[in-house]
T-cell receptor, first 112, second 114 residues
Framework: EAAVTQSPRNKVAVTGGKVTLSCNQTNNHNNMYWYRQDTGHGLRLIHYSYGAGSTEKGDIPDGYKASRPSQENFSLILELATPSQTSVYFC???????????FGPGTRLLVL | DAKTTQPDSMESTEGETVHLPCSHATISGNEYIYWYRQVPLQGPEYVTHGLQQNTTNSMAFLAIASDRKSSTLILTHVSLRDAAVYHCILRVDIASSSFSKLVFGQGTSLSVVP
């Protein structure tokens, strides 16, 4: 079973501060994704990556940056956090052979 | 924007078979239908997916209408552990790339009573 881990699991940040959310997968999947989940919107795609060194904008990239320094790690960066970025963030990696995305447990971010 | 429509909630009794409907009236020919489920404080978990033919696995049976405008996830002999939000999702190709993304809707919250 594919394993995707996220850290931290919970985070409280202040408005204007920098926040980094980390994701790690040990399945050697090339494709990785960051989503956010808010009540009334389901999961929405923020950034994705084809592989190490690549990042691409998803559907709602404003206010977020991403970094993929290695096959295993994919980070989501909020340079200047705002209360509207309070949400639950999920990372996923994709098994192209099975055409299936595997999700991490999520990070709950509260921006005060 | 979500491309699928599901009822907000459904209820079932342990041991019964439950049919979870999903409408995707604007689906394109190459878009796959995926189902994931999610319990509180966890990420979505893959259930099944299909393109045109019905599919079955250890978790569920997916029935896809012949015109592909709707599908139904069928769970047999449900238990309390099947209580979750069930997401009906379309896999959409990203233009000018070989990448695809999952477009989530709101999902159906399934409750199971003893």
């Amino acid at each position: 079973e594919a394993a995707v881990t996220q850290s931290p699991r919970n985070k409280v940040a202040v408005t204007g501060g920098k926040v980094t959310l980390s994701c790690n997968q040990t399945n050697n999947h090339n494709n990785m994704y960051w989503y956010r989940q808010d009540t009334g919107h389901g999961l929405r795609l923020i950034h994705y990556s084809y592989g190490a060194g690549s990042t691409e904008k998803g559907d709602i990239p404003d206010g977020y940056k991403a970094s993929r320094p290695s096959q295993e790690n994919f980070s989501l960066i909020l340079e200047l956090a705002t209360p509207s970025q309070t949400s639950v963030y999920f990372c996923a990696s994709r098994d192209r052979g099975r055409d299936t995305q595997y999700f991490g447990p999520g990070t709950r971010l509260l921006v005060l | 924007d979500a491309k699928t429509t599901q009822p907000d909630s459904m209820e079932s009794t342990e041991g019964e078979t439950v049919h979870l409907p999903c409408s995707h009236a604007t689906i394109s020919g190459n878009e796959y239908i995926y189902w994931y489920r999610q319990v509180p404080l966890q990420g979505p978990e893959y259930v099944t997916h299909g393109l045109q033919q019905n599919t079955t696995n250890s978790m569920a049976f997916l029935a896809i209408a012949s015109d592909r405008k709707s599908s139904t996830l069928i769970l047999t002999h449900v238990s309390l552990r099947d209580a979750a939000v069930y997401h009906c999702i379309l896999r959409v190709d990203i233009a000018s790339s070989s990448f695809s993304k999952l477009v989530f809707g709101q999902g159906t919250s399934l409750s199971v009573v003893p």
